[in-house]
């Protein structure tokens, strides 16, 4: 079970490492040709914008959110001295949070799905580029992200909420 | 629904998510998208999440976000912090006093070639707390001084909250990383005094703490060449390049990623431990920050639906006449959403709210958005959500609860007098725009 | 629900882009809004909400069909060529144009209702097909050459440009000029120009403000129409046919009249005292503007082949898509001409065989 997480994790990571990459590349390679050749690399804006972009903020999602990097208030809940209490507050929150990503996962489908339809994308140099595969990878992450803050709501009533990744 | 009405639920469910502990992002879309829902429906909820989610993350102007964040894990990891650190502790040597001066003002050096004050707070948190330990000063003291001078990266350019301030307001940013350049080394001052002030109230109490004077450790002067050589040539490199023309302010992340890259090439520090490692906390921190803007996003939707913006400039309306009470309503109301937010966040949430009342009362975008800036690098070091004190605990394992004693007297400090300088003198911000013209 | 509840007031959300202080919100799109509302006597309110605060540019048909917005003033479906690929029209650049002749042409096309080859008007293929009912404008003036260098006085110096384009026509028209395109985003550029990462760029004399462009730009060439920014008013079919039919007619009608130059002469009066006092503060910096006509006739020549073979590349591009994109661009060539602007000889010998 960890394996896989770990696996599909690990693969998020790749995605995104690459974009990231390939911004860095695509940016400094662009001002590179612009300065020194005179010329400005096409469609690298539109790709740096519409693919690169989402993909290194997006792919890897669920392991960023599972790792506990994401700020939250917990000076109130610490104070809880019942346990028992304290447990069904994480819990409640928890599920709350699990189900507001349901939501957004399942019209991020329905939207992969109407970016298809419709023949969303942007057309440059006489191009069509079309958004719905970022548009789907957008919706698997937060499909995964969901999965993940299922998990952390069984650790959470396990009681092994401390042990995250990193 | 009437809107007041789904305020009072919003605010409800706001709170109750908030302070039950779920993360800052998720709180901001859940009460966003309960809101919108209680005034004009389910559909314009579903539209606004799928738009808005992808949209946001759909801009060239944040690649700074990642690549800074990239450029700073860089230098980190290759070490050139490390020596720069050790070296100008050795050549200060004697004055312990001096030394949370200068990491203040290392803290702003760093913050010139990068945006990200949680990368910078966690590396100060690294390499200066163990030395200013060394040196007499308290351990959970030195913490606050890495945190604070860390947050400087906010407010010394380039800097990622003007970036968004300048997207969303049509201000120049040029003229803002300009016009915060005065305002920047204002702020430093204030924080090297209040430092100093407390480093000096703290020896009265425990004088034999400070008297003790470790070792610092020294490295070869190899290193100290090279990686002052270094640090120095891509500040250059980066500055230069976007004051001569040849890259852009937002390109300059994407070059300066690069070339920070290369000199860790050339330092020998580069493996794949370093690239991994690197890759990875970048992404990290860019996921968590691009995930409050969305959060953002979504609940500044609900705002502007309810007509809270109008409501608000309404109920200010009869107070327009004394423009120095709306500034300093207009600035408490940042310093609490800093407290509580993302900087880019409140930015993203309050500007278009507030700054149509601040030009009322004749205040310039440019002069509103540096003044609001110097308010959110104290927010970076306020409870209960302060970025840069959270990254020094972190690594140096110290409660943040305690660092925040410190830091939010800091952040009071440099809020109430960076303010009244700036609400006193504007002439402070807008002169050197003004003169570069 | 029509002439029934006529008494009702019908609340409309509109959302739009433009910043609150924006030239064209303040004189076209406010005074559309405010003659719907005073020819239906107070029926017809429209809650405003501008900068981009409830919809972003070019995401404005998800927002019609989700009921975020009732309508939007305006839709730039020319962001969204993927979907609306015949958008772009009035950005293909012309011989001679005014805001005049873009402003009348936009309306001789869309008015045009005879059916392409495969049965469908120009509009209902456009609009109709996406669900829409829109009220295209374009009453700017053209997209010119602006730049932070001196005064051109060779082909060489024209070529070595690298020019800053806003659309993908423009970034055509740019190679085929023999410069050098380059994309940087919009709130960048006037730090661009200021430093001198790019040395020129595309655009209305009468958007510069908005950018602060009068303050940098040294030397205009006057007379290159590199094509008109086109957008519309927009609501979906769905809202638009659930309004009583007299406000229907009040919409098209006030959306017909108050964005046209021809129908709205305060508009046109506008649009030029603007022009005249940014050229004004251009002049007082110290600016040039120079006519393309006493340029070196190779610049000329090189701008008038450039000018039909972008559209030919144009054309070629949708064609080969599958759209009847030379049908559509002989529209366009002869309601330009109609109107009183013109195009080279090769864009007037086109002809569906
Ligand atoms: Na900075
Ligand atoms: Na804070």
Redesign the interface.
């Known amino acids: 079970m960890n394996k896989i997480i770990d696996r599909i994790n690990q693969v998020s990571l790749i995605l995104s490492g690459i974009a990231l990459a390939g911004l860095m590349i695509l940016i400094s390679a662009g001002v590179f040709t612009r300065y020194v050749l005179s010329f400005s690399i096409p469609t690298a804006y539109e790709i740096v914008e519409n693919y690169l972009m989402p993909i290194a903020v997006f792919a890897a999602l669920g392991y960023s959110y599972y790792s506990g990097i994401f700020p939250r208030v917990d000076a109130f809940t610490e104070k809880i001295q019942n346990v028992k209490l304290k447990k069904v507050i994480d819990g409640a929150i928890i599920i709350v949070e699990f189900l507001t990503f349901l939501f957004v996962s399942y019209y991020l489908f329905q939207f992969s799905l109407y970016s298809i339809d419709n023949g969303m994308g942007f057309k440059t140099n006489g191009i069509n580029f079309p958004l719905y595969p970022v548009h789907f990878i957008l919706f698997l992450a937060f499909l995964w992200m969901c999965v993940l803050i299922l998990l952390k709501f069984i650790r959470t009533i396990k009681g092994k909420d401390q042990d995250q990744i990193n | 629904m009437e809107s007041s009405i789904a305020l009072i639920i919003v605010l409800v469910v706001f709170a109750l998510s908030l302070f039950g502990g779920m993360n800052i992002s998720s709180v901001l879309i859940l009460s966003g998208m309960v809101g919108i829902y209680l005034i004009v429906g389910i559909d314009p909820v579903i539209n606004l999440v799928q738009v808005d989610t992808f949209s946001t993350a759909a801009s060239y102007t944040l690649t700074t976000i990642p690549l800074f964040v990239l450029m700073s894990q860089f230098i980190v990891k290759s070490d050139i912090v490390k020596y720069l650190y050790s070296l100008i502790f050795i050549t200060s040597r004697g004055k312990s006093a001096i030394l949370g001066v200068f990491t203040v003002i290392l803290g702003g050096f760093l913050g010139a070639v990068s945006g990200s004050a949680s990368a910078m707070s966690a590396a100060l948190g690294q390499f200066a707390v163990p030395e200013l330990k060394k040196h007499g000063y308290g351990e959970t003291f030195a913490a606050s001084i890495a945190a604070a001078a860390g947050s400087l990266a906010t407010i010394i350019p380039p800097s990622i909250g003007l970036i968004v301030y300048g997207a969303i307001t049509q201000t120049s940013i040029s003229s803002l990383f300009i016009g915060i350049i005065i305002p920047g080394i204002i702020t430093i001052v204030l924080l090297s005094l209040i430092v100093v002030f407390i480093y000096y109230k703290e020896s009265k109490k425990n004088p034999t703490q400070n008297t003790e004077h470790g070792e610092t450790k020294r490295y070869s002067t190899r290193n100290y060449v090279i990686s002052a050589a270094t640090g120095i040539l891509i500040m250059v490199a980066i500055l230069g390049g976007i004051y001569s023309g040849i890259f852009t302010p937002t390109e300059a992340g994407g070059v300066g990623a690069f070339i920070t890259l290369i000199a860790a090439l050339i330092l020998g520090k580069v493996n794949k431990e370093f690239i991994a490692s690197s890759f990875k906390e970048t992404i990290k921190i860019t996921t968590m920050v691009m995930m409050i803007m969305i959060g953002a996003t979504i609940f500044t939707r609900f705002v502007t639906l309810s007509r809270l913006p109008q409501k608000l400039i309404e109920t200010l309306g009869p107070l327009l006449d004394s423009p120095m009470l709306i500034m300093i309503i207009l600035l408490a109301i940042f310093f609490v959403a800093f407290m509580f937010l993302e900087g880019a966040a409140a930015i993203v949430m309050l500007v278009p709210i507030t700054l149509p009342l601040a030009e009322s009362v004749g205040y310039s975008p440019l002069e509103f958005g540096i003044i609001m800036s110097v308010i959110g690098t104290a927010g970076l070091i306020t409870p209960p959500v302060g970025i840069s004190t959270y990254a020094v605990s972190g690594v140096t394992r110290i409660s943040s609860n305690k660092i925040f004693r410190y830091t939010m007297v800091y952040a009071i400090f440099i809020s109430i007098f960076g303010s009244a300088i700036l609400l006193l003198f504007p002439e402070l911000i807008t002169w050197l725009p003004n003169s570069m013209k | 629900n029509s002439e029934g509840d006529s008494e009702e007031t019908i609340v409309l ?1 509109a959302g739009t882009n433009l ?2 202080k924006h030239f064209m919100l303040q004189e076209a799109i406010i005074p559309f809004m405010e003659k719907v509302e005073e020819d239906s006597n107070g029926r017809v309110k429209f809650e405003l ?1 501008d ?1 981009e ?2 919809v ?1 540019a070019g ?1 404005e048909l ?2 019609l ?4 917005i009732d309508i939007a003033v305006p839709m730039y479906d020319v962001y969204d ?3 609306f ?1 015949f958008s772009e029209i009035p950005l293909l650049p012309l011989t001679k144009a005014s805001g005049e002749v873009y402003s009348d042409a936009i309306t001789i096309l869309n008015q045009n209702d005879e059916p392409y080859k495969d049965g469908k008007t120009h509009s209902e293929r456009v609009y109709g097909d996406e669900g829409l009912v829109a009220w295209p404008f374009a009453f700017g003036r053209s997209y010119t050459i602006g730049t932070v260098g001196e005064p051109i006085t060779s082909l060489k110096e024209f070529q ?1 440009l ?1 020019i800053r384009v806003p659309s ?1 026509v423009h ?2 028209f740019a190679n085929n000029l023999g410069a ?6 919009i ?2 550029t ?3 120009f ?4 790019l040395d020129a760029g595309f655009t209305p004399i009468t958007d510069w403000t ?3 462009f009068e ?1 940098v730009f040294t030397y205009v060439i006057n007379g290159i129409e590199a094509g008109s920014w086109p957008s519309s008013i927009a609501m979906t079919k769905e809202k638009y046919e659930s309004l009583p039919e007299d406000i229907q007619e009040i919409i098209s009608n006030a959306a017909a009249e108050v964005l046209n130059l021809k129908t709205n002469p305060e508009l046109a009066e506008y649009n030029h005292k603007l022009e005249e006092d940014i050229l004004n503060a251009f002049y007082e910096n110290g600016g040039k503007l120079e006519e393309l006509n006493e340029l070196p006739q190779e610049i000329q020549d090189t701008v008038d082949q450039a000018v039909g073979k972008t559209w030919l ?1 144009w054309i ?2 949708l064609e ?2 599958g759209y009847p994109a030379t049908e559509a661009a002989i529209r366009w060539r002869d309601a330009v001409i109609e109107a009183g602007g013109d195009v080279p000889e090769v864009v007037k010998e086109l002809s569906v065989d």
């Open positions: 959300k910043p609150t909400y900068s605060s409830l972003r995401e998800e927002a069909r989700a009921g975020t060529t993927a979907r690929p070595a690298q993908s970034e055509t050098s395109p380059a994309r940087i985003s709130n960048e006037f730090d661009a200021n430093r001198g990462t908005s950018y602060g303050e590349d070629e591009n080969s898509a």
